[in-house]
């Protein structure tokens, strides 16, 4: 190759797949539905962190997961669990979704896709986050993720409240 080095082009060296449980967590800044910028460390101050990806508002499970999260943010609270949904829809789209649907729960804009890459869950085809759940404890590690195979699909809260309550 004539001793050029061969590059890969931008964000070809991101994730393919999502970190592995026991490795940290990618921390990141996104816009938030407060109005303010949310990291994920500032998430993390002494709790753990559910982060639910999840891939556009205003879907029919989308809506029902975001709602379902909402309704049981008390048990989660309990859990000593911050809940946030992070999508690739903007902040007014997501605050239309969140005032629409009565959701409670924080919602964070990865409109530009790169937590969505870093987390190694972008959609090629639909160029949104895949369904996926990483819980991040207190010590900035991964403590436990899933990935759903179908868009359709999605987590009961009680399959995610066990998880947090076997992590302890």
């Given amino acids: 190759m004539n001793g050029e080095t061969s590059h890969p082009a931008p964000g070809s060296a991101l994730p393919s797949t999502p970190p592995a449980v026991g490795t940290t967590a990618p921390d990141f800044v996104l816009p938030s539905t ?20 999840f891939p556009a508002a205003f879907t029919g499970v989308c809506t029902a997961e975001m709602c379902d999260l909402s309704s ?40 530009r896709r790169d937590v969505t890459r870093r987390y190694g869950i972008l ?4 160029f949104s986050a895949k369904r996926a759940y990483f819980i991040v404890g ?21 399959q995610l409240l066990e998880e947090l309550a076997r992590l302890g």
């Fill in 72 to 111: 049981d943010i008390e048990a989660f609270t309990r859990a000593n669990a911050t809940v946030v949904g992070i999508s690739v829809d903007s902040i007014p789209s997501l605050m239309e979704f969140k005032a629409k649907n009565g959701i409670t729960i924080d919602l964070l804009s990865d409109v």
């Fill in 34 to 53: 407060r109005g303010d910028h949310v990291s994920l460390r500032s998430l993390r101050d002494g709790s753990t962190v559910l982060l639910a990806f």
């Fill in 123 to 126: 959609n090629e085809t639909f």
């Fill in 138 to 158: 207190s010590d900035g590690t991964i403590k436990w993720k899933h990935v759903e195979n179908d868009l359709d699909d999605k987590r009961d809260n009680s």
